[in-house]
């Protein structure tokens, strides 16, 4: 069993900073990666950032430059820092946890998610 639990949501003006975190707990193997993605109302979740255990990073076009991810592998915890924030960027961001199996396909695990909202 696997838990995933984020933190770091809330309230900022735009241009403002957020960090979030992403730990996971339970009976981990190895993870491939870790990953934050969002999702709005009536619209399908997009992949925002995603680190491998190994440290390759990708990032969604419209957040380079300004968000950037990152992993603690000994904690498994992703973190998420957030800055020049605009009011696009809100939404709620989940966390994905991607952990591969000794037999058949590799497990997928999500948070809860954590709110984030940019106000203008």
């Known amino acids: 069993q696997v838990q995933v639990a984020e933190s770091g949501g809330g309230l900022v003006q735009a241009g403002g900073s957020l960090r979030l975190s992403c730990a996971a707990s339970?009976?981990?193997?190895?993870?491939?990666?870790m990953g934050w993605y969002r999702q709005v109302p009536g619209k399908r979740r997009d992949m925002v950032a995603v680190?491998?255990?190994?440290?390759?990073?990708n990032y969604a076009d419209s957040v380079k430059g300004r968000f950037t991810i990152s992993r603690d592998n000994a904690k498994n915890t992703v973190y998420l820092q957030m800055n020049s924030l605009k009011p696009e960027d809100t939404a709620v961001y989940s966390c994905?946890?991607?952990?591969?199996?000794?037999?058949?396909?590799?497990?997928?695990?999500w948070g809860q998610g954590t709110l984030v909202t940019v106000s203008s």
């Open positions: 339970g009976s981990i193997g190895k993870i491939n990666g």
């Open positions: 994905n946890v991607n952990v591969a199996a000794l037999i058949g396909r590799d497990l997928e695990y």
């Open positions: 680190i491998t255990s190994g440290g390759s990073t």
